[in-house]
């Protein structure tokens, strides 16, 4: 139970970071708009970055709750996306059953207080906000964890105070933190951006299509 569990969580990490890439944000296609095989998620999701960008990384829509409906498109799309895993997974392992639900609760727990609480946020998941804030925005696709970002290169830090104790994306003790930084450095090493970030008009009035 326990081993599927923990499995359950890496796989549930890695498709934060596959449906935030290519469902959420979607594809880039020259001369075309962007791609995303769920235009509706692709369409929330703009409109959530442009939100953030023009209010410090508040989104007001989750206050609203269930009757925004970027806020009713991400529950509801968690609902199926744990709902199809389960189903999967439920031969398997309960575990990773287990994982699956955990993992949606979570994410729109992590999610919704880091919109709500934006200090909480810089604190507890930089990556997160570094995905919104930086100059950068197709990047740090990790929203409750960043370890595929880790992993497949995508880790972009905008300044020290937004970089986590260790790639974990969780407090250890620090000769611990420390030496996982280090052995992960060696293998999957974060970029940094080269300036710093700033907000730009262009992008917080940016549609899907004008964002490729």
């Known amino acids: 139970m326990l081993k599927g569990f923990l499995v359950g969580l890496v796989f549930a990490n890695g498709f934060e970071w596959v449906a935030h890439k290519y469902i959420l944000h979607g594809t880039h296609r020259t001369g075309k708009p962007r791609y995303s ?62 994982a699956s639900l955990y993992s949606a609760c979570n994410y729109y727990y992590i999610h919704r207080r880091a919109h709500l609480e934006p200090d909480w946020a810089k604190k507890k998941i930089p990556w997160h906000y570094d995905h919104h804030m930086n100059s950068n925005q197709d990047a740090n696709w990790c929203v409750t964890k960043p370890w595929f970002d880790y992993i497949l290169g995508t880790r972009v830090i905008s300044s020290n105070d937004l970089q986590e104790q260790n790639p974990l994306g969780v407090t250890l003790p620090k000769p611990v933190a420390a030496w996982l930084s280090r052995t992960v450095e060696k293998h999957f090493p974060a970029k940094w951006v080269e300036h710093t970030p700033k907000l730009v008009e262009k992008e917080t009035n940016m549609n899907p299509e004008e964002a490729a």
């Open 37 to 98: 095989p769920v235009p509706d998620s692709m369409k929330s999701h703009w409109e959530h970055h442009r939100e953030v960008r023009k209010t410090a990384f508040h989104d007001h829509g989750y206050v609203e709750g269930f009757s925004n409906w970027r806020t009713r498109n991400e529950v509801i799309s968690l609902a199926v996306v744990a709902g199809a895993a389960s189903l999967i997974f439920y031969p398997i392992s309960k575990g990773m059953v287990a």
